[in-house]
């Protein structure tokens, strides 16, 4: 999906198209019943997942008011009946045990959400989470190795567009993204 299609808030943050496409694919959303997906944004990737798989429940978990707002309203735009919106902060909301988890924003909270997605997760379930930042991307990928996480994949994307100067045009570039995937086993044991 375009980015170009949701509503979009000044301080609400977005996956973006590339990012998104990539960690759906991650996902692996075409055998799972239940996606959660923390710090939700402007829903981008709840949608997206949403209208893909339409028999998939979605639980959309968001702390920001106004990202909220924005949440609620791209739901409604895209007439997604299978996304739950849930205002609160993981890890300190209910919910039920999912097939597939993504982590679009931690909150400085970041050790805490892969606990909580670890055990949140069913066997065999999988993990997705994206940062812009390298300390966030080595915390995750340290706290990971010490859960017991050895199968884990790991990408950098690079993005440009081509965007218009003067009468010719140039490739202006996008913060770099990191993509961590990883599957739960059955030999990972998290506690709170």
């Not at 944004?41 to 997206?48: D, Q």
């Not at 339409?54 to 791209?74: D, F, H, K, Q, Y």
């Not at 994206?130 to 706290?143: G, K, R, V």
Request: glycine share 8%; aromatic share 4%.
């Amino acid at each position: 999906m375009k980015d170009e299609l949701f509503l979009r808030g000044e301080k609400v943050p977005m996956t973006k198209e590339a990012v998104r496409a990539l960690a759906l694919s991650k996902l692996e959303l075409h055998w799972a019943s239940h996606l959660i997906d923390i710090g939700a944004g402007t829903g981008s990737v709840s949608i997206e997942a949403a209208l893909q798989n339409p028999t998939l429940a979605v639980t959309a978990i968001e702390r920001n008011p106004a990202a909220l707002r924005l949440l609620e309203e791209n739901c409604q735009r895209f007439a997604c009946g299978n996304i739950s919106v849930m205002a609160g902060e993981a890890p300190d909301v209910r919910v039920e045990q999912a097939d597939a988890i993504f982590i679009g924003g931690s909150g400085g909270h970041l050790c805490a959400l892969i606990d909580w997605s670890l055990q949140h997760l069913r066997p065999g379930g999988r993990l997705v989470m994206t940062f812009i930042l390298q300390e966030n991307l080595h915390a995750a990928l340290d706290h990971l190795r010490h859960s017991g996480v050895t199968a884990l994949d790991c990408q950098q994307l690079n993005i440009s567009a081509l965007t218009p100067l003067g009468s010719g045009h140039y490739f202006k570039p996008h913060n770099p993204v990191f993509v961590i995937a990883c599957q739960k086993e059955d030999a990972h044991v998290h506690t709170l």
